[in-house]
């Protein structure tokens, strides 16, 4: 485990998620929304990588025909993904699996799209799990992955989210803090995109964090 790997409930992320989760929700209602809106996909496998509570996959089966796969590592945000689907009336087509990110148990070329908000930066081994989200997705495929707020948030609440979340980070001390900041950072994220050998991939800037678009070209 890295020395700047922690238990992720104690991280800024959940702290926030803890706090506000309000904000989480509407955070992740807003995503699903930009998401369909800039590639359309709504139909076919979405995997919904280290989902936490749930919420980015389950606003994105309310709002397609797509069949959400919920996966994290954690058992107890699993069961509580479990009952948020359940209220959401979207267990029909929500599915969740104790999955670990850097061994997908998926066939290859399956997912039509995969997101993944905050999990990304926890990886122990980000190389491993970006060739395994290469290697499910189906030709024509796109992946949605970082850590962000999305550009539909109001920008009042925006500004309130940020300051909130720079502030747990500053708890962390100045050596995590700034590994914290490196992490979102196209430079880090690019060192192991290319070690995984994933082509086609861009950033999106989405302050404070950030967003790395991947698309597999469909065969000739």
């Known amino acids: 485990m890295s020395p700047f790997q922690v238990d992720l409930s104690d991280t800024p992320y959940w702290r926030t998620v803890e706090k506000h989760g309000g904000w989480h929700r509407f955070a992740c209602q807003l995503l699903a929304r930009q998401v369909l809106d800039d ?36 058992r107890d945000k699993l069961l509580k993904a479990r009952e948020n689907a359940s209220k959401e009336d979207v267990r029909g087509r929500v599915h969740l699996l104790l999955v670990d990110a850097h061994h997908l148990p998926f066939r290859d070329r399956t997912m039509s799209l995969i997101v993944c908000r905050g999990a ?19 030709p024509g495929a796109v992946g949605f992955l970082g850590g ?3 550009r ?34 196209p430079g880090w994220l690019t060192k192991w995109l290319d070690k995984a050998g994933v082509d086609g991939f861009r950033f999106i800037p989405d302050p404070p964090g950030i967003w790395v678009e991947i698309r597999k070209g469909r065969c000739p």
């Open 39 to 74: 590639y359309g996909i709504d139909e076919g496998l979405c995997l919904d990588l280290g989902c936490g509570l749930g919420w980015f996959g389950i606003e994105l089966a309310k709002l397609t025909d797509l069949e959400v796969l919920l996966v994290d590592i954690d």
């Open 120 to 138: 990304v930066f926890f990886w122990n081994r980000p190389d491993r799990a970006f060739k395994e989200v290469y290697r499910v997705m189906k």
């Open 148 to 150: 962000a707020i999305g």
């Open 152 to 185: 539909y948030m109001p920008k009042g609440l925006r500004a309130r989210i940020i300051e909130t979340v720079k502030k747990e980070v500053r708890k962390l001390g100045p050596d995590k803090e700034r590994e914290w900041w490196r992490r979102r950072t």
